[in-house]
């Protein structure tokens, strides 16, 4: 088998650059969830698919992958039971039979069956992250892949508006660790509500939700003919014009609509739900001002998410200065685990788009150039006499948490120099029989050309030299 | 769907102690990597079943967890033509036809894989380590399951036994950090071919090294009849007892050996390629002796690993005080990525068990006191002002790295307490209207009941005060 070989289409491989900056964003999103109390799970690869399917809607279901059960799968199967009157095998159904298992879409599903298998190991309120692949066998296409990384952050067990302030908070020190100015705009499901109920159609609200989750996109004009193709009067239509028109600031915006909701807009209804949406609105820009948050935050009407088990508080974060759609979003949710058989859990969670964020700051230039080498120093490798003189030195540099490489063969020059260059080594060391002879160890930075000898035994110093610089 | 949801059988959740303990193991191992200029990538959970198959051998194909063709997979297939003569369906057949796709089964193919697919790309001598979960339809049982993370570091395109002292040093380094003693136990295939070699059986290679590597579990006698059932003369096997029994230093064993391949065994047949061996064992004991290890490191002439891809050093490594056998293996092969149509690419790698590890520091108790808690400091809730009053504080102690949690509801006090006892957070902070109109937050040491008030711009003090100490 000598055909070169390939990986499945929609997957990726990572290489040592890439890792360096994907571990980079990772790690900074996870120091960043630690300082604030939450500490990581992990869950399966693979989860039964009585827990997957029907959780993500007829079209989700069509997108997990099925593991093959493992040993005789298709001994015992009748296959023409799953005929269709035109003699066709009914691939549904004959999938089930074959595959009890699923490879996980998502990590909101697995968090929910986490939450009730291990409801009584858990100390509420629950503050979990989870930083795992998922699978989707979508259309592979730019920027959507088979196998991907999602960031999830959640805690679940309290519903006080303190939560979502630490979610936003969260946003805010991540990427003002990561330099990237962004945008958080926030939404409550509960005034979405409100705007189906005192535009008097309040069994509207998914269709009313889903096209001013549009506005972006469409623009105001064409949310308002869809809103009227789904049923709405004109008159309900301008009540939501007369919202989606409200500008000023935030708690402006939250007094207008508080009157409004109260009975003030051209219908005259009130919605208790609305005014429940803008208190919990009210309190948590309340909240950011008392801790002070560097990030704007802003009320945007029009966020929507197109989730319909979001509850209240909805988020969204988009990069100011590169245009890539939405880099984080989530919102509250009451009943998350209730599939499962445990109601009444009200939770609240962020997810981060990596492949997003790895774009922002790739288009950006904004990752650290550190981040290009793996080692500090190479020591060139001069013959097996000049090599074990070394070693001891390279091990004590090691010992001080510097990144070490001993070239392994005893090549040319000119080849352990390309290794130094295309690995962005900054320093090299060369040491010869006079060096050894000497008990000095001679170290070269690269990048500057400056050049300094050592005493062996003197590593502080040395280490000193290697921290004081060099990134090629 | 009410029943309580569970997870398929070998598969493990991982809550928030299990993953801090898991993640001291995987951040030390990964820490010393990086001190020897190894850097990380990660490949596709998924590969093309054409890249799996036909590597592990037959039982290792029946292992392979295959993934369904997403879409109509079943539609065009014909079923009939998969019965065989007793009109059972032959599943290993039909399973090729429906399934493209594999879980990875161990990090080595895909490496060798990846090394192919991307040998235009890469920087030889490569240096790469890979810590991802691997998935085995084993039967689960205790220690044994169906998705486990390996751990492989590897560095391929050089012959030089500094590679081989490399691996020897960072398992030296990885078992000190984690404080377990360690013993390194190291053979040589080109040795065990050399065996077979003087003993007149060169074609007998593997049924001797499959025998030897018997020798701890039943014993020399058991040994030496199954090599003779395996059609070695008496004559040979007295050869083999003779280099099994050798004893003395690790030079006065590669000395004696070093007579014995020479013709000084009782066949008086000498052996080229144990020669070799024993060269590159004394060159790597040279070298482990010049650079220092700290870790006891002797030959084991038993030791084969059942590997037959291994060319040149075999590692194992055992911990001294805990009886759980090899906790990290591996060895030279000169031709893994052949099966990929890249030859004469050798390499020399080893792989830590982590479950295993995590084992051992669990039985020996080595894991940190300080991973129970993933937060430092809980400020209880008095109530909606004073929680406004000290937002800004936890902030500012966030800022400075400090893990601060705000408790989210204001409930009793007894509960908030039970709260931070759970989570075995050592500090608390309990500041109601007085201290919010004085400006002032006191802490409290939970473990030495020590209690201190800062004014609320002293952050610096209150970093000073926690990090004094303090775990539950």
Same mark, same amino acid.
């Given at each position: 088998?000598?055909q070169?070989?390939?990986?499945?289409?929609?997957?990726?491989?990572?290489?040592?650059?890439e890792?360096?900056?994907?571990?980079?964003?990772?790690?900074t999103?996870?120091?960043?969830f630690?300082?604030?109390?939450y500490?990581?799970?992990?869950?399966?690869?693979?989860?039964?698919?009585s827990?997957?399917?029907?959780?993500?809607?007829?079209e989700?279901?069509?997108? +997990?992958?099925?593991?093959?059960n493992?040993?005789?799968?298709?001994?015992?199967?009748?296959?023409?039971s799953?005929?269709?009157?035109d003699?066709?095998?009914?691939?549904?159904?004959?999938?089930?039979?074959?595959?009890?298992?699923?490879?996980?879409y998502?990590?909101?599903?697995?968090?929910?069956?986490?939450?009730?298998?291990?409801?009584?190991?858990?100390s509420?309120p629950?503050?979990?992250?989870?930083?795992?692949?998922?699978?989707?066998?979508?259309?592979?296409?730019?920027g959507?892949?088979?196998?991907?990384?999602?960031?999830d952050?959640?805690?679940?067990?309290?519903?006080?508006?303190?939560?979502?302030?630490?979610?936003?908070?969260?946003?805010?020190r991540?990427?003002?660790?990561?330099?990237?100015?962004?945008?958080?705009?926030?939404?409550?499901?509960?005034? +979405?509500?409100?705007?189906?109920?005192?535009?008097?159609?309040?069994?509207?609200?998914v269709?009313?939700?889903?096209?001013?989750?549009?506005?972006?996109?469409?623009?105001?004009q064409?949310?308002?003919?869809?809103?009227?193709?789904?049923?709405?009067?004109d008159?309900?239509?301008?009540?939501?014009?007369?919202?989606?028109?409200?500008?000023?600031?935030?708690?402006?915006?939250?007094?207008?609509?508080?009157?409004?909701?109260?009975?003030?807009?051209?219908?005259?209804?009130?919605?208790?739900?609305?005014?429940?949406?803008?208190?919990?609105?009210?309190?948590?820009?309340?909240?950011?001002?008392?801790?002070?948050?560097?990030?704007?935050?802003?009320?945007d009407?029009?966020?929507?998410?197109?989730?319909?088990?979001?509850?209240?508080?909805?988020?969204?974060?988009k990069?100011?200065?590169?245009?890539?759609?939405?880099?984080?979003?989530?919102?509250?949710?009451?009943?998350l685990?209730?599939?499962?058989?445990?109601?009444?859990?009200?939770?609240?969670?962020?997810?981060?788009g990596?492949?997003?964020?790895?774009?922002?700051?790739?288009?950006l230039?904004?990752?650290?150039?550190?981040l290009?080498?793996?080692?500090?120093?190479?020591?060139?490798?001069m013959g097996?006499e000049?090599?074990?003189?070394?070693?001891?030195?390279?091990?004590?540099?090691?010992?001080?948490?510097?990144?070490?490489?001993?070239?392994p063969d005893?090549?040319?020059l000119?080849?352990?120099?390309?290794?130094?260059?295309?690995k962005?080594?900054?320093?090299?060391?060369?040491?010869g029989?006079?060096?050894?002879?000497s008990?000095?160890?001679?170290?070269?930075?690269l990048?500057?050309?400056?050049?300094?000898?050592?005493?062996?035994?003197?590593?502080?110093?040395?280490?000193?030299?290697?921290?004081?610089?060099?990134?090629?």
């Amino acid at each position: 088998m000598s055909q070169k070989p390939s990986i499945p289409k929609g997957t990726r491989d990572f290489g040592q650059q890439e890792m360096a900056e994907r571990n980079y964003i990772f790690d900074t999103i996870k120091s960043v969830f630690r300082t604030f109390g939450y500490s990581q799970i992990d869950t399966p690869a693979m989860e039964n698919l009585s827990t997957l399917l029907g959780k993500y809607g007829e079209e989700g279901d069509k997108l +997990l992958f099925r593991i093959l059960n493992s040993g005789d799968a298709f001994g015992k199967v009748d296959y023409d039971s799953f005929r269709g009157p035109d003699g066709a095998v009914n691939s549904v159904a004959l999938s089930k039979e074959v595959c009890e298992k699923g490879l996980r879409y998502d990590l909101t599903v697995p968090f929910a069956r986490y939450v009730v298998q291990h409801q009584n190991e858990i100390s509420f309120p629950f503050k979990r992250f989870q930083i795992q692949p998922v699978w989707r066998a979508d259309r592979p296409q730019k920027g959507r892949y088979r196998e991907f990384y999602q960031c999830d952050v959640d805690v679940i067990g309290s519903r006080s508006q303190l939560n979502e302030l630490e979610l936003v908070q969260i946003v805010d020190r991540v990427f003002g660790l990561l330099d990237v100015n962004v945008l958080v705009k926030i939404n409550n499901r509960k005034v +979405l509500t409100g705007f189906a109920e005192i535009c008097g159609f309040p069994d509207k609200v998914v269709d009313i939700t889903v096209a001013i989750d549009k506005l972006d996109k469409i623009g105001l004009q064409a949310v308002e003919e869809e809103m009227k193709g789904k049923g709405l009067s004109d008159e309900a239509v301008a009540v939501i014009e007369q919202i989606l028109k409200l500008s000023g600031t935030t708690s402006e915006k939250i007094s207008a609509m508080r009157s409004l909701m109260n009975g003030a807009s051209a219908s005259g209804l009130v919605s208790q739900t609305g005014l429940k949406g803008l208190d919990e609105l009210e309190e948590l820009f309340g909240l950011i001002d008392a801790a002070g948050v560097s990030s704007p935050v802003e009320i945007d009407l029009s966020l929507a998410r197109g989730l319909n088990y979001y509850t209240g508080a909805i988020f969204e974060v988009k990069a100011a200065d590169f245009a890539i759609g939405s880099i984080c979003g989530g919102g509250r949710y009451d009943n998350l685990t209730g599939i499962f058989g445990l109601p009444d859990m009200s939770g609240v969670g962020i997810s981060f788009g990596a492949d997003r964020i790895y774009d922002v700051l790739k288009g950006l230039g904004k990752f650290p150039s550190d981040l290009k080498s793996s080692t500090t120093l190479l020591f060139a490798n001069m013959g097996a006499e000049e090599t074990r003189y070394i070693l001891p030195v390279a091990s004590a540099l090691r010992g001080c948490g510097v990144s070490v490489e001993v070239y392994p063969d005893q090549v040319k020059l000119k080849k352990q120099f390309d290794y130094a260059d295309r690995k962005c080594i900054p320093f090299l060391s060369i040491n010869g029989t006079d060096e050894a002879a000497s008990g000095s160890v001679n170290i070269k930075n690269l990048v500057t050309g400056d050049q300094k000898a050592f005493s062996e035994e003197d590593v502080e110093g040395m280490v000193g030299f290697l921290s004081a610089g060099g990134t090629k």
